[in-house]
């Protein structure tokens, strides 16, 4: 880091001490006087989780048919949500993991809630397909178990891969945010003022007395489900794209998909950690320890990615006419000047063109252009899937079964219900938990003020 | 259930019985379906299904819909094989089960011979049944208009026979009556009618050549001398006939033999499609055209003069669209070439095409023949009679009978003409639905309003029977006795298969009550008939019972076939033609043509038939406005687009539908649609186009007007994109290409199937050694596209209808489907068919993708383990043939558009919602062969195994075997040098592969036709 940039707005107050620091973190959930946004906001979500529940209970009673789903495209919305949910889950992971393994000190401000970010994503991506399958009664025949059918699972399909990946991520996810929880549990169970919350987050914190054998084998812990965090974030999306690459579609069947699909992934997720990280630092008064620079480093990042994934676009396309196959022209053929073209042209001004506004050091730092670009990242991400997933079975092999059909008003209805059902449930996170890492940025505090060495 | 008539009192229950039928006898209402609604709902209702149905009350507590339920009980009714009656005890003495009757198996079906009509013509059909349940039909190999094959209206006739909606009751102005009640009435008025020499009644029948019905209707003739008998029939072919007399100066029975002609015209003739005979004029004209091995290369030429596109234009090596009103002038020209008449007008392409066409036939005196169309005038029928004459047709590629149909009825006009003069006050309407389907010009609603008294006797409380006084349900043909003549006059019998299931009696029996005879049985009215004239056909000496039992069994009587005689060509035939038609055209052309799947409007409550794609267009649920992509232009008329058609001061709303090949100027519209009374399915499905219909133009007249309303429809078609995108999945090429370059399939299309051991994976085949590698072949040929296959499919495998709102969606079920082609400009486009069930293929991209392993590979088959599906649909994603078809919804119980439960095959399993299904070579009657074969410790023989979409094929343009047998015919198909894979060179190695389809271009027409 350059220290002149640190100086001129730094990443946290610079008279922030330990006791204000646990006084005004603590305080958010503590507090009786829950902010009114956050009432209207989670009035709102909740309804949005009700269409949510109704929509996929209606789907379960009746059929997968209510989705824009046909015989060409026996995939869309579902498919296509899912794969954007776990992108969004990988900033979550990549920011606990791979920056803690860096020591990044823009990490501790963002890292809590990107990692509760990341475990509600993937429990919205691991419904999707779930809700998606025509029989989902029968979910449980993915898994490998021993059972009257004297059957496997077929270990040659990327679907087991996929609920390998996804199940493995989901407790991966769950371990690591538990654990990174435990001290914070400490401190809540010290400063609770009930005797039920008292309770609670004493059970949570199981038995954390901030002794120094815990701290090491916490951060001993930590830094492994770190180290596993990198594998992890590059196989779940890439296991996701080979569900795609895996076939034999033109349009899907790409090697580069699974470095594609995890540049993406990531792109989407930092952009979600931004459009949590803005109304948040406004709804409580976090904009001193989550700052213009914070935005800065997370939209360097995304930076980068993006042009990973501008370059997947154009080897992609680059890949398809060298192929030298009629089919693979037919795809691009399809997506520029077929029914689904609008789609991809949004897709491709708001994936190439929008983001190089972040060329610029002004666009960067100011929060309300960062964040509407972050909410264009996750537009234009989720438009990005949505067309690989539907625009290339729609005109495959067979000009005779071509099919272009609209999604349905159940498709937007549960896709909009797990937007509202994620928010809600981040709403309810930072209402329990300390929505920054006390003991992450009491580090940083204590190792910027020089008194102690760091140990880690 | 408790309108039955043979209730015994002294059944359990019978107190409830009788309450319900007091309850139902207190809700007169219009509907007898409602009324029993209401009564289901009661606690009576329920106590007596639970004494009477326990099977049934189990059901019956879950949560199910009526018609669910009403089709439980017609499956569970069915089984009793006393009809309805079965509610209640039978009267007289039971025969106990264990007395099973003649070689009934439980569980295995047994196979009748029956015949199936359609305007009066006779198929032959074998009939499956499952212990006493027709449950499937196929062609009669024996049979002359079938040779084994079947149209999808006869296959449709299962689902038509367990139809809910059909007429379950005698009514009386609507109000359910009784049969007894009938006869009752009956003979008091037939008395009085005795009296006056039946001064006053008609009867009013569609097409009939059956010989014991025509006795019948003889016999009330006779008794009743003042009796009047009327005809109609909405696809009539009054214009054959009138043709015939005005050639000939006699009625005759024209008869085509394609097998013996090399260069065949067609005048508007649908000879593949709709014509009688149609069955085996395909099989002729495609043994004309197929291609065998060791054999010279050598096809027939077909030159078709269309009025609007259909099946036997796509078949053919040369098409010139002329409106149908047009046709008279071009046929003219024609004769006038060959010596005859004067020439019509004809445009300079026309001239040209003309010339060589004639050219053509000349060359092939002796070979060559000239079908006119059912729709033409009298005068173009005999014009063809004369070419063909000229031709040295006569006796050879055609042949003339007696006519079918005997004279003495009069026309629909006689009818209405005789009620406005107050002649008629007692009309018996047997069959047909002439309030919706008569010309509208002639007010037959309103005539018949007039009439005294109204006796309809029909399969469908429809129409007709609203305004009826007494309606009776008609037996089904799978439910009753009787004969008809094929196109070639076989005589053809037809056997019940099961007790009339919802009170319907036969013609006969209608016929005979309504004169005051004694009413016989249709067993006995048939069987007294043919024991009265069997002795024409009876080998000497032969006893009637052991003729009749032979007859019944075959399905049709032998050697029956009418003599062919030679009828006197009038010399001055010349002068005696009428006045070319249409000299000058006012406002467009409208033409009508029966409807691809529901015909004159008879099969509208068929899902079956509703659902399967019209041959041409794919639309489903709806008939359309067809115009030409120049006359669309020209109006500014958009596709799918409301137009409002205008004629002699009537008007109807339809959907335009820009048809490539339909003739400028010319707007054809499909009779059927627009029912008011059809049932559930088929009521406002379409638009009616009757009203525009008049008594002196059947068939096309001028002077419509089209109005665009700017308004569009969605129109549920099952393929979208037209085109190949130069993609060599159908390969086509002329027989002249054929002989220089005898492996043209392999030539110039994109990618080859890699070569063996070119992968680093295993070959496929080289996995343990299968006893049976089955596969199919197509031959695109011969494929005429007449989708009998996709819906002998559908009846086969328990395929469900889906409705159009789900067509619509994209979520069709038909396993098999008929891709339909066009290249060549939009005027007139080369049109071509490609029928795609699975490939089964060896490497199958399904299989490896499916999670749960419900997609495997068994037997060397590609199968669907419909109980392991779990519905990820990567299969479907993964199949680049796109022949995997979804249960997205519950279809197949509790939707108005789910097969009848009770025509289900025993055989297939009916599948759940969510999970995929697809194409399995008939896997079940490969298991059924097998089974056998390992019986009697031998494999199963060539030829064993036959799949549904084979068997019903007309052209046999499928063949299916096993590899593995040496010298089989599917290994000699495939050795063809036309056999090739499609999409081969992804290597999926497919089992289905087709045989390249070859067209026969006249040379001198090949390059001008392309730039017309």
Same mark, same amino acid.
């Given at each position: 880091?350059?220290?002149?940039?640190?100086?001129?707005?730094?990443?946290?107050?610079?008279?922030?001490?330990?006791?204000?620091?646990?006084?005004?973190?603590?305080?958010?959930?503590?507090?009786?006087?829950?902010?009114?946004?956050?009432?209207?906001?989670?009035?709102?979500?909740?309804?949005?989780?009700?269409?949510?529940?109704?929509?996929?209970?209606?789907?379960?009673?009746?059929?997968?048919?209510?989705?824009?789903?046909?015989?060409?495209?026996?995939?869309?919305?579902?498919?296509?949500?899912?794969?954007?949910?776990?992108?969004?889950?990988?900033?979550?992971?990549?920011?606990?993991?791979?920056?803690?393994?860096?020591?990044?000190?823009?990490?501790?401000?963002?890292?809590?809630?990107?990692?509760?970010?990341?475990?509600?994503?993937?429990?919205?991506?691991?419904?999707?397909?779930?809700?998606?399958?025509?029989?989902?009664?029968?979910?449980?025949?993915?898994?490998?178990?021993?059972?009257?059918?004297?059957?496997?699972?077929?270990?040659?399909?990327?679907?087991?891969?996929?609920?390998?990946?996804?199940?493995?991520?989901?407790?991966?996810?769950?371990?690591?945010?538990?654990?990174?929880?435990?001290?914070?549990?400490?401190?809540?169970?010290?400063?609770?003022?009930?005797?039920?919350?008292?309770?609670? *987050?004493?059970?949570?914190?199981?038995?954390?007395?901030?002794?120094?054998?815990?701290?090491?084998?916490?951060?001993?812990?930590?830094?492994?489900?770190?180290?596993?965090?990198?594998?992890?974030?590059?196989?779940?999306?890439?296991?996701?794209?080979?569900?795609?690459?895996?076939?034999?579609?033109?349009?899907?069947?790409?090697?580069?998909?699974?470095?594609?699909?995890?540049?993406?992934?990531?792109?989407?997720?930092?952009?979600?950690?931004?459009?949590?990280?803005?109304?948040?630092?406004?709804?409580?008064?976090?904009?001193?320890?989550?700052?213009?620079?914070?935005?800065?480093?997370?939209?360097?990042?995304?930076?980068?990615?993006?042009?990973?994934?501008?370059?997947?676009?154009?080897?992609?396309?680059?890949?398809?006419?060298?192929?030298?196959?009629?089919?693979?022209?037919?795809?691009?053929?399809?997506?520029?000047?077929?029914? *689904?073209?609008?789609?991809?042209?949004?897709?491709?001004?708001?994936?190439?063109?929008?983001?190089?506004?972040?060329?610029?050091?002004?666009?960067?730092?100011?929060?309300?252009?960062?964040?509407?670009?972050?909410?264009?990242?996750?537009?234009?991400?989720?438009?990005?899937?949505?067309?690989?997933?539907?625009?290339?079975?729609?005109?495959?092999?067979?000009?005779?079964?071509?099919?272009?059909?609209?999604?349905?008003?159940?498709?937007?209805?549960?896709?909009?219900?797990?937007?509202?059902?994620?928010?809600?449930?981040?709403?309810?996170?930072?209402?329990?938990?300390?929505?920054?890492?006390?003991?992450?940025?009491?580090?940083?505090?204590?190792?910027?003020?020089?008194?102690?060495?760091?140990?880690? | 259930?408790?309108?039955?008539?043979?209730?015994?009192?002294?059944?359990?229950?019978?107190?409830?019985?009788?309450?319900?039928?007091?309850?139902?006898?207190?809700?007169?209402?219009?509907?007898?379906?409602?009324?029993?609604?209401?009564?289901?709902?009661?606690?009576?209702?329920?106590?007596?299904?639970?004494?009477?149905?326990?099977?049934?009350?189990?059901?019956?507590?879950?949560?199910?819909?009526?018609?669910?339920?009403?089709?439980?009980?017609?499956?569970?009714?069915?089984?009793?094989?006393?009809?309805?009656?079965?509610?209640?005890?039978?009267?007289?003495?039971?025969?106990?089960?264990?007395?099973?009757?003649?070689?009934?198996?439980?569980?295995?079906?047994? *196979?009748?011979?029956?015949?199936?009509?359609?305007?009066?013509?006779?198929?032959?059909?074998?009939?499956?049944?499952?212990?006493?349940?027709?449950?499937?039909?196929?062609?009669?190999?024996?049979?002359?208009?079938?040779?084994? %094959?079947?149209?999808?209206?006869?296959?449709?006739?299962?689902?038509?026979?367990?139809?809910?909606?059909?007429?379950?009751? %005698?009514?009386?102005?609507?109000?359910?009556?009784?049969?007894?009640?009938?006869?009752?009435?009956?003979?008091?008025?037939?008395?009085?009618?005795?009296?006056?020499?039946?001064?006053?009644?008609?009867?009013?029948?569609?097409?009939?050549?059956?010989?014991?019905?025509?006795?019948?209707?003889?016999?009330?003739?006779?008794?009743?001398?003042?009796?009047?008998? *009327?005809?109609?029939?909405?696809?009539?072919?009054?214009?054959?006939?009138?043709?015939?007399?005005?050639?000939?100066?006699?009625?005759?029975?024209?008869?085509?033999?394609?097998?013996?002609?090399?260069?065949?015209?067609?005048?508007?003739?649908?000879?593949?499609?709709?014509?009688?005979?149609?069955?085996?004029?395909?099989?002729?004209?495609?043994?004309?055209?197929?291609?065998?091995?060791?054999?010279?290369?050598?096809?027939?030429?077909?030159?078709?003069?269309?009025?609007?596109?259909?099946?036997?234009?796509?078949?053919?090596?040369?098409?010139?669209?002329?409106?149908?009103?047009?046709?008279?002038?071009?046929?003219?020209?024609?004769?006038?070439?060959?010596?005859?008449?004067?020439?019509?007008?004809?445009?300079?392409?026309?001239?040209?095409?003309?010339?060589?066409?004639?050219?053509?036939?000349?060359?092939?005196?002796?070979?060559?023949?000239?079908?006119?169309?059912?729709?033409?005038?009298?005068?173009?029928?005999?014009?063809?009679?004369?070419?063909?004459?000229?031709?040295?047709?006569?006796?050879?590629?055609?042949?003339?009978?007696?006519?079918?149909?005997?004279?003495?009825?009069?026309?629909?006009?006689?009818?209405?003409?005789?009620?406005?003069?107050?002649?008629?006050?007692?009309?018996?309407?047997?069959?047909?639905?002439?309030?919706?389907?008569?010309?509208?010009?002639?007010?037959?609603?309103?005539?018949?309003?007039?009439?005294?008294?109204?006796?309809?006797?029909?399969?469908?409380?429809?129409?007709?029977?609203?305004?009826?006084?007494?309606?009776?349900?008609?037996?089904?043909?799978?439910?009753?006795?009787?004969?008809?003549?094929?196109?070639?006059?076989?005589?053809?019998?037809?056997?019940?298969?099961?007790?009339?299931?919802?009170?319907?009696?036969?013609?006969?029996?209608?016929?005979?009550?309504?004169?005051?005879?004694?009413?016989?049985?249709?067993?006995?009215?048939?069987?007294?008939?043919?024991?009265?004239?069997?002795?024409?056909?009876?080998?000497?000496?032969?006893?009637?019972?052991?003729?009749?039992?032979?007859?019944?069994?075959?399905?049709?009587?032998?050697?029956?076939?009418?003599? %062919?005689?030679?009828?006197?060509?009038?010399?001055?035939?010349?002068?005696?033609?009428?006045?070319?038609?249409?000299?000058?055209?006012?406002?467009?052309?409208?033409?009508?043509?029966?409807?691809?799947?529901?015909?004159?409007?008879?099969?509208?409550?068929?899902?079956?038939?509703?659902?399967?794609?019209?041959?041409?267009?794919?639309?489903?649920?709806?008939?359309?406005?067809?115009?030409?992509?120049?006359?669309?232009?020209?109006?500014?008329?958009?596709?799918?687009?409301?137009?409002?058609?205008?004629?002699?001061?009537?008007?109807?709303?339809?959907?335009?539908?820009?048809?490539?090949?339909?003739?400028?100027?010319?707007?054809?519209?499909?009779?059927?649609?627009?029912?008011?009374?059809?049932?559930?399915?088929?009521?406002?499905?379409?638009?009616?186009?009757?009203?525009?219909?008049?008594?002196?133009?059947?068939?096309?007249?001028?002077?419509?007007?089209?109005?665009?309303?700017?308004?569009?429809?969605?129109?549920?078609?099952?393929?979208?994109?037209?085109?190949?995108?130069?993609?060599?999945?159908?390969?086509?090429?002329?027989?002249?290409?054929?002989?220089?370059?005898?492996?043209?399939?392999?030539?110039?299309?994109?990618?080859?199937?890699?070569?063996?051991?070119?992968?680093?994976?295993?070959?496929?085949?080289?996995?343990?050694?299968?006893?049976?590698?089955?596969?199919?072949?197509?031959?695109?040929?011969?494929?005429?596209?007449?989708?009998?296959?996709?819906?002998?499919?559908?009846?086969?495998?328990?395929?469900?209808?889906?409705?159009?709102?789900?067509?619509?969606?994209?979520?069709?079920?038909?396993?098999?489907?008929?891709?339909?082609?066009?290249?060549?400009?939009?005027?007139?486009?080369?049109?071509?068919?490609?029928?795609?069930?699975?490939?089964?293929?060896?490497?199958?991209?399904?299989?490896?993708?499916?999670?749960?392993?419900?997609?495997?590979?068994?037997?060397?088959?590609?199968?669907?383990?419909?109980?392991?599906?779990?519905?990820?649909?990567?299969?479907?994603?993964?199949?680049?043939?796109?022949?995997?078809?979804?249960?997205?919804?519950?279809?197949?119980?509790?939707?108005?558009?789910?097969?009848?439960?009770?025509?289900?095959?025993?055989?297939?399993?009916?599948?759940?919602?969510?999970?995929?299904?697809?194409?399995?070579?008939?896997?079940?009657?490969?298991?059924?062969?097998?089974?056998?074969?390992?019986?009697?410790?031998?494999?199963?023989?060539?030829?064993?195994?036959?799949?549904?979409?084979?068997?019903?094929?007309?052209?046999?343009?499928?063949?299916?075997?096993?590899?593995?047998?040496?010298?089989?015919?599917?290994?000699?198909?495939?050795?063809?040098?036309?056999?090739?894979?499609?999409?081969?060179?992804?290597?999926?190695?497919?089992?289905?592969?087709?045989?390249?389809?070859?067209?026969?271009?006249?040379?001198?027409?090949?390059?001008?036709?392309?730039?017309?």
């Amino acid at each position: 880091m350059n220290p002149a940039a640190d100086k001129k707005s730094p990443l946290m107050p610079p008279d922030l001490d330990l006791t204000a620091l646990s006084d005004r973190l603590v305080g958010i959930v503590t507090t009786n006087k829950t902010p009114r946004s956050w009432m209207y906001a989670m009035a709102f979500f909740i309804f949005l989780t009700m269409v949510y529940l109704f929509s996929i209970s209606w789907v379960f009673k009746t059929g997968v048919g209510l989705f824009g789903l046909n015989i060409p495209v026996a995939w869309e919305f579902p498919i296509a949500s899912c794969i954007w949910w776990i992108g969004i889950a990988h900033a979550g992971t990549l920011i606990s993991g791979v920056l803690l393994l860096t020591r990044q000190n823009w990490r501790p401000a963002i890292a809590r809630f990107a990692e509760a970010m990341a475990m509600f994503a993937i429990i919205f991506a691991g419904a999707y397909p779930l809700i998606h399958l025509g029989r989902p009664w029968f979910f449980y025949w993915l898994m490998p178990y021993p059972n009257t059918q004297g059957l496997w699972p077929n270990w040659k399909s990327p679907l087991i891969w996929d609920f390998f990946a996804i199940t493995s991520y989901l407790l991966y996810t769950t371990c690591f945010l538990y654990l990174d929880l435990l001290p914070d549990f400490g401190t809540m169970r010290d400063r609770a003022k009930h005797r039920i919350s008292r309770i609670f *987050y004493g059970i949570m914190a199981l038995g954390w007395r901030n002794s120094a054998k815990h701290w090491a084998r916490f951060d001993r812990a930590n830094m492994i489900l770190a180290a596993i965090s990198a594998p992890i974030v590059v196989s779940v999306t890439g296991t996701i794209s080979l569900d795609l690459a895996v076939t034999i579609v033109p349009g899907y069947h790409f090697t580069i998909f699974p470095a594609y699909f995890v540049a993406g992934a990531l792109y989407s997720g930092f952009a979600t950690v931004i459009v949590i990280a803005v109304p948040f630092r406004k709804m409580f008064g976090l904009e001193d320890l989550i700052t213009p620079r914070h935005i800065d480093y997370i939209a360097k990042v995304m930076l980068g990615f993006v042009l990973v994934v501008d370059y997947s676009y154009m080897c992609e396309i680059w890949t398809a006419f060298y192929s030298g196959a009629p089919y693979y022209y037919g795809v691009y053929h399809n997506r520029w000047f077929e029914y *689904y073209a609008p789609v991809y042209w949004t897709t491709y001004f708001l994936n190439i063109v929008v983001p190089q506004a972040m060329w610029f050091k002004g666009v960067r730092r100011s929060v309300a252009a960062m964040f509407v670009i972050a909410l264009i990242a996750d537009l234009g991400m989720w438009m990005e899937r949505y067309f690989i997933v539907v625009t290339s079975t729609n005109r495959d092999y067979m000009p005779s079964a071509w099919l272009a059909k609209l999604p349905t008003g159940w498709d937007f209805a549960v896709l909009l219900g797990s937007i509202g059902g994620f928010c809600m449930l981040m709403l309810l996170f930072i209402r329990v938990l300390p929505l920054i890492s006390l003991h992450d940025m009491r580090k940083l505090i204590i190792r910027k003020k020089g008194n102690v060495e760091t140990t880690e | 259930m408790s309108v039955t008539d043979k209730s015994s009192g002294n059944i359990p229950g019978s107190i409830n019985l009788a309450t319900i039928r007091k309850k139902l006898a207190g809700t007169r209402g219009r509907e007898y379906w409602k009324g029993l609604e209401q009564v289901a709902e009661t606690p009576e209702f329920d106590e007596f299904l639970h004494a009477e149905f326990p099977r049934l009350a189990a059901m019956w507590d879950r949560k199910i819909d009526r018609r669910t339920l009403l089709k439980l009980m017609g499956g569970s009714v069915a089984f009793a094989a006393a009809g309805l009656a079965g509610c209640s005890r039978p009267i007289g003495v039971i025969v106990p089960y264990v007395n099973m009757p003649e070689g009934e198996i439980p569980g295995k079906p047994m *196979y009748f011979a029956t015949s199936l009509t359609l305007g009066g013509h006779a198929r032959g059909v074998i009939a499956e049944s499952y212990t006493g349940r027709p449950t499937f039909v196929e062609g009669n190999q024996e049979h002359p208009a079938s040779l084994g %094959a079947i149209d999808s209206y006869a296959q449709a006739s299962v689902e038509q026979l367990y139809d809910p909606d059909r007429a379950q009751v %005698a009514t009386y102005r609507t109000i359910p009556g009784t049969w007894s009640a009938f006869i009752e009435q009956m003979g008091f008025q037939a008395a009085k009618m005795k009296a006056s020499g039946g001064d006053g009644f008609a009867i009013l029948t569609q097409s009939i050549t059956s010989p014991s019905l025509l006795a019948e209707i003889r016999q009330v003739q006779k008794r009743f001398p003042k009796a009047r008998w *009327y005809r109609y029939q909405p696809v009539g072919r009054e214009g054959v006939d009138a043709g015939a007399k005005l050639a000939f100066g006699e009625r005759v029975n024209t008869v085509y033999h394609f097998d013996k002609a090399d260069v065949i015209v067609s005048l508007d003739a649908d000879f593949l499609g709709l014509m009688p005979g149609h069955l085996a004029y395909a099989r002729q004209f495609a043994d004309g055209r197929r291609q065998k091995p060791g054999k010279p290369i050598k096809m027939n030429r077909l030159y078709v003069i269309a009025g609007t596109p259909t099946i036997t234009g796509a078949s053919a090596d040369h098409v010139l669209p002329v409106p149908s009103a047009k046709i008279d002038a071009v046929a003219r020209s024609l004769a006038a070439r060959l010596g005859i008449g004067a020439a019509g007008g004809t445009t300079e392409a026309q001239a040209h095409w003309l010339d060589a066409v004639v050219e053509d036939l000349k060359k092939h005196y002796g070979r060559a023949v000239v079908v006119p169309g059912d729709v033409q005038p009298p005068a173009v029928h005999a014009l063809a009679h004369a070419i063909n004459a000229r031709l040295g047709a006569v006796g050879g590629t055609v042949t003339y009978t007696e006519p079918l149909e005997p004279d003495g009825a009069g026309s629909l006009k006689d009818l209405t003409d005789a009620i406005d003069h107050n002649e008629i006050n007692r009309l018996l309407v047997l069959g047909g639905n002439p309030v919706y389907d008569a010309p509208a010009d002639l007010d037959f609603a309103g005539h018949y309003a007039r009439v005294e008294e109204r006796i309809y006797w029909s399969h469908y409380p429809n129409e007709t029977a609203y305004m009826s006084y007494w309606h009776v349900p008609a037996a089904h043909e799978l439910e009753s006795w009787g004969d008809a003549l094929a196109y070639d006059g076989t005589v053809s019998l037809t056997q019940p298969l099961i007790a009339p299931l919802y009170h319907g009696h036969s013609a006969y029996e209608v016929l005979r009550v309504v004169s005051g005879a004694n009413a016989d049985t249709d067993y006995d009215v048939v069987r007294g008939y043919w024991r009265q004239h069997y002795r024409r056909y009876a080998s000497n000496g032969e006893a009637f019972d052991a003729f009749w039992k032979r007859s019944v069994q075959r399905g049709l009587i032998d050697n029956s076939a009418l003599p %062919a005689k030679t009828p006197h060509l009038r010399d001055d035939l010349a002068s005696r033609l009428p006045q070319p038609l249409f000299r000058q055209r006012r406002g467009l052309y409208l033409q009508f043509r029966p409807d691809d799947s529901i015909f004159d409007g008879r099969f509208a409550n068929s899902a079956w038939l509703q659902e399967l794609p019209r041959r041409l267009t794919k639309i489903t649920w709806d008939n359309v406005v067809m115009l030409s992509p120049r006359t669309a232009e020209r109006l500014g008329i958009d596709n799918k687009e409301l137009v409002v058609l205008g004629y002699h001061g009537r008007e109807v709303t339809g959907p335009a539908w820009i048809m490539p090949g339909q003739p400028d100027n010319a707007v054809t519209v499909q009779l059927g649609y627009g029912r008011k009374r059809a049932g559930r399915l088929g009521t406002g499905v379409g638009f009616d186009v009757y009203p525009l219909r008049r008594a002196d133009a059947m068939w096309f007249d001028d002077g419509l007007t089209l109005m665009k309303t700017g308004k569009r429809v969605f129109l549920a078609t099952t393929q979208y994109h037209q085109t190949m995108e130069g993609r060599g999945l159908l390969r086509t090429a002329t027989l002249d290409h054929f002989r220089d370059h005898p492996h043209w399939v392999d030539e110039g299309y994109p990618g080859k199937p890699p070569k063996l051991h070119e992968s680093l994976y295993p070959e496929p085949a080289e996995k343990p050694p299968l006893e049976y590698r089955w596969a199919m072949n197509i031959d695109l040929s011969t494929c005429i596209g007449c989708e009998a296959c996709v819906i002998a499919c559908q009846a086969e495998n328990n395929i469900q209808s889906v409705g159009k709102e789900e067509v619509l969606a994209g979520h069709e079920m038909h396993w098999l489907r008929i891709d339909r082609y066009y290249s060549g400009n939009m005027e007139d486009p080369e049109t071509y068919f490609q029928p795609v069930p699975c490939m089964q293929c060896e490497n199958a991209p399904c299989e490896y993708v499916c999670p749960v392993e419900a997609s495997v590979h068994a037997e060397g088959l590609n199968a669907q383990v419909y109980n392991r599906c779990i519905g990820t649909r990567d299969c479907s994603q993964n199949c680049p043939y796109k022949v995997r078809r979804f249960n997205w919804f519950r279809y197949q119980t509790g939707r108005p558009t789910s097969t009848p439960v009770a025509a289900e095959n025993p055989d297939v399993s009916v599948r759940q919602r969510g999970i995929m299904e697809k194409c399995t070579y008939c896997i079940q009657r490969i298991n059924e062969a097998k089974i056998a074969a390992d019986k009697t410790d031998r494999r199963i023989p060539d030829g064993m195994v036959e799949t549904a979409c084979q068997r019903a094929c007309p052209t046999q343009a499928i063949s299916f075997g096993d590899l593995n047998t040496s010298h089989s015919k599917i290994n000699q198909v495939k050795d063809s040098p036309l056999d090739y894979e499609m999409l081969a060179e992804i290597n999926t190695r497919p089992r289905t592969s087709y045989l390249g389809g070859l067209t026969n271009p006249n040379p001198a027409l090949a390059k001008k036709d392309k730039n017309a």
